[in-house]
């Protein structure tokens, strides 16, 4: 199974910026379908951001409704890593956030990383 570790999280004010990261374990990270997730206090996990390996060097990004906008996700496939760069956070947003890894377009993976904490203040 791919190994999985976020970082990046952190103590923002709302309308403050933070960039998430994620490093996966694998040597065809370059077609992994990655995804960021996060779950709220007392809340289910909900889907955020997906990026997507289609063809040769070919990705799509998708983004939930609630995010669209102020989140991008993005990818280095040399350093294995993909990022979420987060602007105009929002009390909302506040959350462990972490990212899965779909090696074979089957699903998202049942491991999940440790996430990191993202605390944003009103």
């Known amino acids: 199974q791919v190994q999985l570790v976020e970082s990046g999280g952190g103590l923002v004010q709302a309308g403050g910026s933070l960039r998430l990261s994620c490093v996966a374990s694998?040597?065809?990270?370059?077609?992994?379908?990655m995804g960021w997730f996060r779950q709220a206090p007392g809340k289910e996990r909900e889907f955020v951001a997906s990026?997507?390996?289609?063809?040769?060097?070919?990705?799509?990004?998708d983004y939930a409704d609630s995010v669209k906008g102020r989140f991008t996700i993005s990818r280095d496939n040399a350093k294995n890593t993909v990022y979420l760069q987060m602007n105009s956070l929002k009390f909302e947003d506040t959350a462990v956030y972490y990212c899965?890894?779909?090696?074979?377009?089957?699903?998202?993976?049942?491991?999940w990383g440790q996430g990191t904490q993202v605390t944003v203040s009103s």
């Open positions: 694998g040597r065809t990270f370059s077609k992994y379908h």
């Open positions: 990026i997507k390996w289609s063809r040769g060097s070919t990705y799509y990004a």
């Open positions: 899965n890894a779909d090696q074979d377009g089957r699903g998202w993976s049942d491991y």
